[in-house]
Nanobody, 122 residues
Framework: LQLVESGGGFVQPGESLTLTCRVSGVGWEKYATGWFRQAPGKEREAVSC????????RYADSVKGRFTVSRDNAKNTVYLQMNSLKPEDTAVYYC????????????????WGQGTQVTVSS
């Protein structure tokens, strides 16, 4: 299984970005998928996850109401729409496959992408 993130960049506070995770590999559509992020000097933290069908989602409190996760199984792709970005959202964002239904713990994920950098600054 291979996951490849894209869509990161440099934006000003209040702007938006959409991250894309393209997945290759058999059976991915059977698994929930998560987005994590890691800022310099900080631990990797969960941002959001989405069930295998896309019918259920979870968000970290810090991004609720601003971020939206979605997936298109026909395209083997997961998206993270990020609105009203803040400087504290600056991090490397990772896409990852879940081994549970909608867990947000780091240990619940196995395959990871290489990450995409998001920088929010004025």
């Amino acid at each position: 299984l291979q996951l490849v993130e894209s869509g990161g960049g440099f934006v000003q506070p209040g702007e938006s970005l959409t991250l894309t995770c393209r997945v290759s590999g058999v059976g991915w559509e059977k698994y929930a998928t998560g987005w994590f992020r890691q800022a310099p000097g900080k631990e990797r933290e969960a941002v959001s996850c989405i069930s295998n069908t896309g019918g259920s989602t979870r968000y970290a409190d810090s991004v609720k109401g601003r971020f939206t996760v979605s997936r298109d199984n026909a395209k083997n792709t997961v998206y993270l729409q990020m609105n009203s970005l803040k400087p504290e959202d600056t991090a490397v964002y990772y896409c990852t496959r879940s081994t549970t239904l909608l867990g947000m713990g780091l240990y619940e994920y196995d395959y990871w992408g290489q990450g995409t950098q998001v920088t929010v600054s004025s």
